[in-house]
């Protein structure tokens, strides 16, 4: 049973452009949400976060928006970068098990001159 | 500032072989799990423990096993390798917070193929 879901393997987008990338989740006991950056033969490294208390948060280029009536997460990337090409992955907890993150299968973004 | 370290980067075991993955934080973090990525499946929880002394399963922790004698140190021990065993190990560590969640840190991975 996923509990989170990424829907798209990959993510193709041009240089300045928006990058989207979604996550669904069915655990409604998560309560915080975090993306992570993957580059190959690396491990990842987290990128930014969000509190089930808020619906938005900014980190320069990088946003996260909560949907939790619809369990749902987006991370915007704006804009686009060469350099963000990379696997992202959507990884959940709860208040109850802070020490077990629970990751998706991860979306590949290819960013394109 | 070393954060989270494993050993070996790439191992090649013969089915049947033990080993043992090592992994060591050095951010004096409570929280450190062990995940495995296999393609299309994502990050995986192996175990994980929330303090020396206590750890416990996660979603795939068969065939694997895990000691936390002290705050540093996690490794993780194959004890009969199987080719289902192929995959890239990620050892992470987390700050326990008093309130809310932190991020976790990752290491830089262990490829390991069965033969």
């Known amino acids: 049973d996923q509990q989170v879901k990424q829907n798209s393997p990959s993510l193709s987008v041009q240089e300045g452009r928006i990058s989207i990338l979604n996550c669904d989740y069915t655990n409604s006991m998560f309560d915080y949400f975090l993306w992570y950056k993957k580059y190959p033969a690396e491990g990842p490294t987290f990128l930014i976060s969000i509190s089930s208390i808020k619906d938005k948060n900014e980190d320069g280029r990088f946003t996260v928006f909560l949907n939790k009536s619809a369990k749902h997460l987006s991370l915007h990337i704006v804009p686009s970068q060469p350099g963000d090409s990379a696997v992202y992955f959507c990884a959940a907890s709860t208040s109850g098990t802070a020490s077990k993150l629970t990751f998706g299968t991860g979306t590949r973004l290819q960013v394109t001159l | ?115």
Not at chain 2, 20 to 40: I, V
């Open chain 2, 1 to 115: 500032n070393a954060g989270v370290t494993q050993t070996p980067k790439f191992q090649v075991l013969k089915t049947g072989q033990s080993m043992t993955l090592q992994c060591a934080q050095d951010m004096n973090h409570e929280y450190m799990s062990w995940y495995r990525q296999d393609p299309g499946m994502g990050l995986r929880l192996i175990h994980y423990s929330v303090g020396a002394g206590i750890t416990d399963q996660g979603e795939v922790p068969n065939g694997y096993n895990v000691s936390r004698s002290t705050t540093e140190d996690f490794p993780l021990r194959l004890l009969s390798a199987a080719p289902s065993q192929t995959s890239v190990y990620f050892c992470a560590s987390r700050l326990r917070a008093p309130v809310g969640n932190t991020e976790a840190f990752f290491g830089q991975g262990t490829r390991l193929t069965v033969v």
